[in-house]
Nanobody, 117 residues
Framework: QVQLVESGGGLVQPGGSLRLLCAAS????????FNWYRQTQGKQRELVAT???????NYTDSVKGRFTISRDNTKNMLYLEMNSLEPEDTAVYYC???????????WGRGTQVTVSP
């Protein structure tokens, strides 16, 4: 069974940085496209950043220039480097893996990020 386990969340002051990690297991990591999503209570889950199997990246406008998504296919690891954090970045962050053929998607359980003075 594919597993995605997030870590690295926590409490940080505005302007601070965090690095989220997603450890993947029981999958051929290199063929998957990956996303980081976030969700706050009462709101829909929001796509934050994407990286495809070739390493191409994309970001939602609110995090461009502050967040960096990356992957290490040798370690089966996905990362999200978050800088200049703002209170609006407070959310549970989820790792998501997608394969096109056969179509499949997997989610981690999330890691809490809280940005507060």
């Amino acid at each position: 069974q594919v597993q995605l386990v997030e870590s690295g969340g926590g409490l940080v002051q505005p302007g601070g940085s965090l690095r989220l990690l997603c450890a993947a297991s029981k999958m051929t990591f290199s063929v998957y496209d990956f996303n980081w999503y976030r969700q706050t209570q009462g709101k829909q889950r929001e796509l934050v950043a994407t990286i495809d199997r070739r390493g191409n990246t994309n970001y939602t406008d609110s995090v461009k220039g502050r967040f960096t998504i990356s992957r290490d296919n040798t370690k089966n690891m996905l990362y999200l480097e978050m800088n200049s954090l703002e209170p609006e970045d407070t959310a549970v962050y989820y790792c998501n893996a997608n394969l096109r053929f056969p179509a499949s998607t997997y989610w981690g359980r999330g890691t809490q990020v809280t940005v507060s003075p």
